[in-house]
Structure formats: structure tokens, C-alpha cells
Antibody, heavy 121, light 109 residues
Framework: QVQLVESGGGVVQPGRSLRLSCAAS????????VHWVRQAPGKGLEWVAVMSPDGSLRFYTDSVKGRFTISRDNSKNTLYLQMSSLRIEDTAVYYC??????????????WGRGTLVTVSS | EIVLTQSPGTLALSPGERATLSCRASQSVTSDYLAWYQQKPGQTPRLLIHDASVRATGIPDRFSGSGSGTDFSLTISRLEPEDFAVYYCQQYGGSPLVTFGGGTKVEIK
């Protein structure tokens, strides 16, 4: 069955960096668009970034442009989110999610359970 | 930039009642590329509806989506106890590429 398992979250000071990972299984990872979505404590969902199957295209929400980098290693079936210059407002549960439609960012049919990132001094 | 506004913020209903949730876009949603998700406390969002009205695999037929352009709705025909949750709409393909609404909480009256 399709599984997405995030890891790498934790407590980090403002201005520091953190790298999240998302291990995929149960489907052919290299053929799917994948996203990062976050949710601040007690708040709604916020889309963060998306990457094409071959890694050639990536897009970000404005608030993380220049600070976060999405990447993937299809040989390891793993998606990454490198986060730098972290801010307190980046505190959230970070989910990776699968997008089943090729060619454009789309709806998200499978989600991981998320990993919590807390930015605090 | 497409902004999605969900209303009401909270909907208090009894099991068996009909729930109608609204999602209004600040500009027309490309090709009605709109999805709905359900999220229960401590759980991952679950896809209910995509392309405005297509039920996702395994979703009961009491859930239905409708609308086009800027006005969309999710209807739960008869609320079951497990349907009390927060519901989010999402547009895809516009600018920015993906946005979510702020959510509607359906709670037990």
C-alpha cells in the first residue's frame, strides 16, 4: 500500500537550518509529483512546495522562497525539504503528499503522518 | 492570487442532519480544479472530492461536491458520527499553484 513517512523534525533556533525527509513506498515514486504542505499548531493547511517527477521543476509558496529547497532522490524513493534561515512562523507539522496527476500541480491523494518542526529560542 | 474563503467557520449540527459547506474563490478556479479534504484531530488530511465533484476512491456517496467558477460547496447528505471533523477546500493550477481555504469545523450540536 502507498506509504509516505516523514522524518527530521525537531526543535531548532531561529536562523538555523533543518532537513526533512519523506520516504515513499508502495508506488513508483519516480513517476509522481510530490508536495510539502505544513500546518501550524491549531491552524489550517498551507502549501509549501512541489516538485516534478524528474526533479526538473520546483515551485514554492512566496513565504519560503529563497529559504527552503525541495529535492528528491528517486533512487532512494525519498523527498527532501532543506529549510534554512528558519523563523518562528515556520513552526508547523510538515506533511509530504503525493499528487496523482502528471503535468500540473493537483490534488493530493496520499499524505504522510507529518513531522513537527518547532522554531524557538 | 487566488484566495479561498470557507464558510461558515463552524457548523453545529446533529447526526442525521444535512451539512452544506461553502468555499468561495477570489477569482475563477481554473477548470474547476478544486478538492475537498477531511481532517480529524491528530490525523492526516483525507481526500474526499477532486475536480469539484469527483468522489475519491472509497469515499461514501453521502459526500458530494458541486459548483464552478468561484463558488463551490461540499454537501454531506446525512451526518454520521465519524463525519464530525474539519473540512478544507483546495484549488490547484491557479496562482499561486496551490492554495487551501481556512477550513470549516463541523461539530456536534
Amino acid at each position: 500500500q502507498v506509504q509516505l513517512v516523514e522524518s527530521g523534525g525537531g526543535v531548532v533556533q531561529p536562523g538555523r537550518s533543518l532537513r526533512l525527509s519523506c520516504a515513499a513506498s508502495g508506488f513508483t515514486f519516480s513517476t509522481y509529483v510530490v508536495h510539502w504542505v505544513r500546518q501550524a499548531p491549531g491552524k489550517g493547511l498551507e502549501w509549501v512546495a512541489v516538485m516534478s517527477p524528474d526533479g526538473s521543476l520546483r515551485f514554492y509558496t512566496d513565504s519560503v522562497k529563497g529559504r527552503f529547497t525541495i529535492s528528491r532522490d528517486n533512487s532512494k524513493n525519498t523527498l527532501y525539504l532543506q529549510m534554512s534561515s528558519l523563523r518562528i512562523e515556520d513552526t508547523a507539522v510538515y506533511y509530504c503528499a503525493r499528487d496523482p496527476v502528471l503535468g500540473r500541480p493537483d490534488y493530493l491523494d496520499y499524505w504522510g503522518r507529518g513531522t513537527l518542526v518547532t522554531v524557538s529560542s | 492570487e487566488i484566495v479561498l474563503t470557507q464558510s461558515p467557520g463552524t457548523l453545529a449540527l446533529s447526526p442525521g442532519e444535512r451539512a452544506t459547506l461553502s468555499c468561495r474563490a477570489s477569482q475563477s478556479v481554473t477548470s474547476d480544479y478544486l478538492a475537498w479534504y477531511q481532517q480529524k484531530p491528530g490525523q492526516t488530511p483525507r481526500l474526499l472530492i477532486h475536480d469539484a465533484s469527483v468522489r475519491a476512491t472509497g469515499i461514501p456517496d453521502r459526500f458530494s461536491g458541486s459548483g464552478s467558477g468561484t463558488d463551490f460547496s461540499l454537501t454531506i447528505s446525512r451526518l454520521e458520527p465519524e463525519d464530525f471533523a474539519v473540512y478544507y477546500c483546495q484549488q490547484y493550477g491557479g496562482s499561486p499553484l496551490v492554495t487551501f481555504g481556512g477550513g470549516t469545523k463541523v461539530e456536534i450540536k
